[in-house]
Antibody, heavy 125, light 107 residues
Framework: QVQMVESGGGVVQPGMSLRLSCAAS????????MHWVRQAPGKGLEWVAV????????YYADSVKGRFTISRDNSKNTLDLQMSSLRDEDTAVYYC??????????????????WGQGTLVTVSS | AIQMTQSPSSLSASVGDRVTITCRAS??????LGWYQQKPGKAPKLLIY???TLQSGVPSRFSGSGSGTDFTLTISSLQPEDFASYYC?????????FGQGTKVEIK
């Protein structure tokens, strides 16, 4: 069955870096776009970044642009998020999510149909 | 970036009640909107995509409607397992943006 497991979270000081990983299994990883979504403690969901199935296209939230880098290794079925210049406000649970595309009435709809369990990143001095 | 304004931020309801949550986009997004349910300590779960298409396995008491800028998630008869937070997400453009969320609590 489809499974995604995030890892790499922990406590880090402001200004430092951290790399998150998401190990995917149970589906053809190289065929799917993948997203990172985060949730600060007690807050709502915030979309972070997406990478296309082949790694050729990447988009970021304005709040992380220039500091975070999304990447993937289709030979290892892994998705990564390299986070640098971390700030207090980056403290959150980080989820990876699979993107599924459905064509409805000639329009392509994107849905995030499978999510990992999340990994907690705490930025604190 | 497209802003998604979701309301209400919270509501109290009883089992069997009809519940409606709305999401308004800052610009037209066709029907490029999904609804997600999240329970405490758990990952979000997809309920509806393309504004009104029910995800496989999701109970039919959930429905979605709308297009352009105004969207609605309706739970026709609230069940105990539906007490959770709900979020809309636009997939019309990047960056993707979520609504602020609606917490559905037991009255």
């Amino acid at each position: 069955q489809v499974q995604m497991v995030e890892s790499g979270g922990g406590v880090v000081q402001p200004g430092m870096s951290l790399r998150l990983s998401c190990a995917a299994s149970g589906f053809t990883f190289s065929s799917y776009n993948m997203h990172w979504v985060r949730q600060a403690p007690g807050k709502g969901l915030e979309w972070v970044a997406v990478i296309s199935y082949d790694g050729g296209n990447k988009y970021y939230a304005d709040s992380v642009k220039g500091r975070f880098t999304i990447s993937r290794d289709n030979s290892k079925n892994t998705l990564d998020l390299q986070m640098s210049s971390l700030r207090d406000e980056d403290t959150a649970v980080y989820y990876c999510a699979r993107s599924q595309m459905h064509t409805i009435g000639g329009v392509i709809a994107e849905l995030l149909d499978y999510w990992g369990q999340g990994t907690l990143v705490t930025v604190s001095s | 970036a497209i802003q998604m304004t979701q309301s209400p931020s919270s509501l109290s309801a009883s089992v069997g009640d009809r519940v409606t949550i709305t999401c308004r986009a800052s610009q037209g997004i066709r029907s490029d909107l999904g609804w997600y349910q999240q329970k405490p300590g758990k990952a979000p779960k997809l309920l509806i995509y393309a504004a009104s298409t029910l995800q496989s396995g999701v109970p039919s008491r959930f429905s979605g409607s709308g297009s352009g800028t105004d969207f609605t998630l309706t739970i026709s008869s609230l069940q105990p397992e539906d007490f959770a937070s709900y979020y809309c997400l636009q997939d019309y453009d990047y960056p993707r943006t979520f609504g602020q969320g609606t917490k559905v609590e037991i009255k």
